[in-house]
């Protein structure tokens, strides 16, 4: 049976937000300094207004620092926000303890997706993972507030992260799709990447929603509208596009719960959602891998009997006729070849879900096909399906 997003058995024999009001900016240097207090904090901390969310943060925590108030810098964004993205990765990775490093970049984007801007290979390339930027800058929130930011924010930011990194990683098993990433946003995509927020209404229930489900959310939906059209102006066709894309949006979720994991211990609110079931679902998401490479991965890698050569050296794919309603053949039909028929169905969004049935005597071939698409949809499809075994 094929059913998307679940299984594929082998048959056979074997939003714009921050919190610093417009109104505190307007305050005389001294007095705002001297306002800086746990009032400020909470209510920086609550309040939504025009500001980015990073730029809201490190307003806050830099006027404890050393920052002026009354300072206004303007944000680049678009490919220098992307390269700043990267520079606030490797700070992180080399400065965990000291994140006031990274005024001079947080300055100069308007989210995390500005990495979307620069050239997605370069994203494999830096070498820099994202979850540490979104971990890292709610722990030291917390830790220098006192305070943990609105489960909107932490979830905006986590999700931005969580996403890029499922990018990272796909990229990183798929180097024959990163080498053709070398080109930088187009001005109408950078705009997208600006914009992306503006028009969702991103609230605490969408918050909660999308740490149970990422693919359910709105966010989910705009990561994926930029994507894409990242990817069709690197160079993908459209099919190719839209099939990276849904795998990437699809692995997000355990890059969700890996955050949470990190920041448990002083993002309460984060890891209330989940409650005790984190653990177990990362656990299951090991599984799954373990399961994939060990498993269905070695399958086609498998010896002939006592043989020297292995299935994949000798396997053709066996040409296939359709059957009517009580199991005859349709002789007058033209074969066709069985891997194009059954990539054919799951692609096609009104027969993915109908279950592939083969017909055939002892020794055709039907298991030596099983173990070998299953081993293709593994490489080119996985998680949009996963593979079990009955």
Request: glycine share 6%.
């Amino acid at each position: 049976m094929l059913r998307k997003r679940f299984f594929i058995p082998l048959l056979g024999g074997g939003g714009a937000r921050g919190g610093l009001p417009v109104a505190c900016c307007l305050l005389p240097v001294a007095c705002a300094q001297r306002y800086i207090g746990q009032k400020l904090k909470e209510e920086i901390l609550t309040m939504t207004s025009k500001f980015k969310l990073l730029q809201n943060i490190w307003r806050v925590l830099n006027t404890e620092i050393e920052l002026n108030l009354l300072e206004s810098e303007t944000v680049k964004g678009g490919v220098e926000g992307g390269k700043a993205v990267f520079e606030i990765a490797e700070v992180i990775q080399e400065n965990a303890t000291e994140l006031s490093l990274l005024n001079p970049f947080i300055n100069n984007i308007d989210s995390l997706l500005d990495a979307l801007n620069s050239p997605l290979g370069q994203v494999v390339k830096e070498g820099l993972p994202f979850l540490p930027i979104a971990t890292g800058i709610i722990t030291y929130i917390i830790k220098k507030t006192g305070h943990e930011p609105t489960l909107e924010d932490e979830v905006e930011l986590v999700a931005q992260a969580a996403y890029l990194e499922s990018l990272r990683e796909f990229l990183i098993d798929h180097p024959e799709i990163s080498e053709k990433l070398e080109t930088e946003a187009s001005e109408a995509v950078q705009k997208k990447i600006k914009k992306w927020d503006e028009e969702i209404d991103f609230n605490d229930r969408k918050a909660k929603d999308t740490l149970i489900c990422f693919y359910d959310s709105p966010l989910r939906e705009k990561f994926d509208d930029i994507l894409f059209a990242r990817l069709k102006e690197s160079g993908l066709d459209d099919n190719m596009a839209e099939n990276v894309t849904e795998r990437i949006s699809r692995s997000t979720h355990r890059y969700l719960k890996e955050a949470v994991l990190e920041v448990k211990d002083d993002a309460k609110k984060l890891a209330g959602i989940y409650g005790g079931g984190w653990q177990q679902d990362l656990e299951v998401y090991s599984s799954i891998d373990k399961y994939l490479e060990e498993a269905i991965a070695e399958k086609p890698k498998e010896k002939v009997f006592d043989e020297n050569f292995s299935f994949q050296d000798i396997y053709v794919p066996l040409k296939v006729k359709p059957v009517d309603s009580d199991g005859k053949v349709k002789e007058t039909a033209t074969p066709q070849n069985i891997e194009e028929w059954a990539k054919a169905i799951l692609l096609d969004e009104k027969k993915n879900k109908q279950v592939l049935f083969i017909q055939a005597g002892p020794g055709r071939g039907k298991s030596v096909f099983c173990r070998m698409f299953a081993d293709f949809v593994r490489r080119e499809l996985h998680p949009i399906y996963y593979i079990r075994r009955f």
